[in-house]
């Protein structure tokens, strides 16, 4: 959140009240994307090889037709 404040705020091209409204929907976005059972699967990309890798394993799975 830090750095996303930092970002936003870095641009100049938002008001107060914007960054303010941004940065509270992210904080809500983040609290539900880390809450078991939202979501089967979360891939993180912090490495694109890793990253697609795991999409690509992930969606083999979930399609086996996808294997050949």
């Known amino acids: 959140m830090p750095l996303l404040e930092q970002r936003l705020r870095g641009r100049g091209t938002e008001s107060e009240k914007d960054i303010l409204?941004?940065?509270?929907?992210?904080?809500?976005?983040?609290?539900?994307?880390?809450?078991a059972g939202n979501?089967?699967?979360?891939?993180v990309n912090d490495d694109l090889e890793s990253a697609f890798d795991e999409l690509s394993e992930t969606l083999r799975d979930w399609f086996p037709r996808l294997k050949t």
């Not at 409204?21 to 809450?35: C, P």
């Open 39 to 43: 979501f089967d699967r979360i891939i």
């Open 21 to 35: 409204k941004r940065l509270s929907a992210a904080q809500r976005e983040l609290e539900y994307g880390t809450a």
